[in-house]
Nanobody, 115 residues
Framework: QVQLVESGGGDVQPGGSLRLSCVAS????????MGWYRQAPGKQREFVAT???????NYGDSVKGRFTISRDNAKNTVLLQMNSLKPEDTAVYYC?????????WGKGTLVTVSS
């Protein structure tokens, strides 16, 4: 079955960087777009970035110019490089794949940006 496992979260100071990873299994990874989303405490889940099977990317307005999504099809992995982090980036970050009209989510990784 489809499985997504995120890692790389942690505590970081404002202005710092983190790189998140999501390893996928249970389907042909290279065939599908992948997405990153986040959910801050008390808020709805928010779109962060997507990458198509061909490598085209799209970003939410709040992260444009600071975050970069990429994929390594040989490793079934999607990455999110996060730079210039702000306290408002604090959230649980999830990766997602939509396959056969169903959304599959990982369990998330927590990013806390605080001084």
């Amino acid at each position: 079955q489809v499985q997504l496992v995120e890692s790389g979260g942690g505590d970081v100071q404002p202005g710092g960087s983190l790189r998140l990873s999501c390893v996928a299994s249970g389907y042909i990874f290279s065939n599908y777009p992948m997405g990153w989303y986040r959910q801050a405490p008390g808020k709805q889940r928010e779109f962060v970035a997507t990458i198509s099977s061909g490598g085209n990317t799209n970003y939410g307005d709040s992260v444009k110019g600071r975050f970069t999504i990429s994929r390594d099809n040989a490793k079934n992995t999607v990455l999110l490089q996060m730079n210039s982090l702000k306290p408002e980036d604090t959230a649980v970050y999830y990766c997602k794949v939509r396959r056969w009209s169903m959304n599959y989510w990982g369990k998330g990784t927590l990013v806390t940006v605080s001084s």
